[in-house]
């Protein structure tokens, strides 16, 4: 079955300390992968994306995230964390081809502390 | 409108009652999808409508859940006989093309919260 995984499910971290929350997939096929944020009382919005080209994805607000096949991975990574970007993260994934939904993680919340 | 609009906001029902959430996509939005969230979890796919037809309904959960969107704008998600198991939070998405994948973005709405007691 398809899934998506997502190991830590609350991060602290201090202002100005680096991030990386990781992102694990099962699919059988080429995929699309996504991240997006859920600041506090908001929506969701995309935060990054991947299709093709080159694996290292840069987003918005410094984030950037790598796509490692060989690992089935999506780890998002920023160097230098604000208190705003407080937020729950979510990996998603779905298959290149077809109509097929979009399959979320479960969420990772993190918290920056001054 | 400027984003996707879901009402309401807030939903408290009894057991048993029928319950109906609205979802006003982005102005020529095509498809438009429904997703459920329970605390802790993440969203979990519900329906997808490409125009005036669900494309995909594998997501509903049971024969409770329905979801129209007859002129393919305005999509209602409809549950009879609400059970406490079905609080939580529904999202709504649209995107501009048949294909997501085409500009990859999901716009969400904020949501609706529904609790049963």
């Known amino acids: 079955a398809q899934s998506v995984s997502q190991h830590n499910h609350h991060v602290i971290l201090s202002e100005a300390a680096s991030l990386e929350l990781g992102c694990n997939y099962s699919?059988?096929?080429?995929?699309?992968l996504f991240w997006y944020v859920q600041y506090p009382g908001q929506h969701l919005q995309l935060l990054l994306k991947?299709?093709?080209?080159?694996?290292l994805v840069k987003g918005i607000k410094g984030f950037e995230a790598e796509f490692i096949k060989s690992k089935f991975s999506f780890n998002l990574r920023k160097p230098s964390v604000q208190w705003s970007d407080t937020a729950e993260y979510f990996c998603?994934?779905?298959?290149?081809?077809?109509?097929?939904?979009?399959?979320f993680g479960k969420g990772t919340r993190l918290s920056v502390i001054a | 409108g400027a984003g996707v609009s879901q009402t309401p906001s807030n939903k408290v029902t009894e057991k048993g009652k029928y319950v109906e959430l609205r979802c006003d996509p982005i102005?020529?939005?095509?498809?438009l999808y429904w997703y459920r969230q329970s605390l802790g979890q993440g969203p979990e796919f519900l329906i997808y409508?490409?125009?005036?037809?669900?494309?995909?309904d594998s997501g509903l959960p049971n024969d409770r859940f329905f979801a129209v969107r007859p002129e393919g704008s305005v999509s209602t998600l409809k549950i009879q006989r609400t059970e406490r198991g079905d609080s939580a939070v529904y999202l709504c998405?649209?995107?501009?093309?048949?294909?997501?994948?085409?500009?990859?973005?999901?716009?969400f709405g904020e949501g609706s919260r529904l609790t049963v007691l």
């Open positions: 699919y059988g096929g080429t995929v699309n």
């Open positions: 998405a649209s995107s501009a093309n048949r294909d997501p994948t085409n500009t990859g973005e999901l716009f």
């Open positions: 102005s020529g939005h095509t498809a």
């Open positions: 998603a994934v779905k298959l290149s081809s077809g109509n097929t939904p979009l399959v």
């Open positions: 409508f490409q125009g005036t037809g669900a494309a995909d």
């Open positions: 991947y299709f093709s080209g080159d694996p």
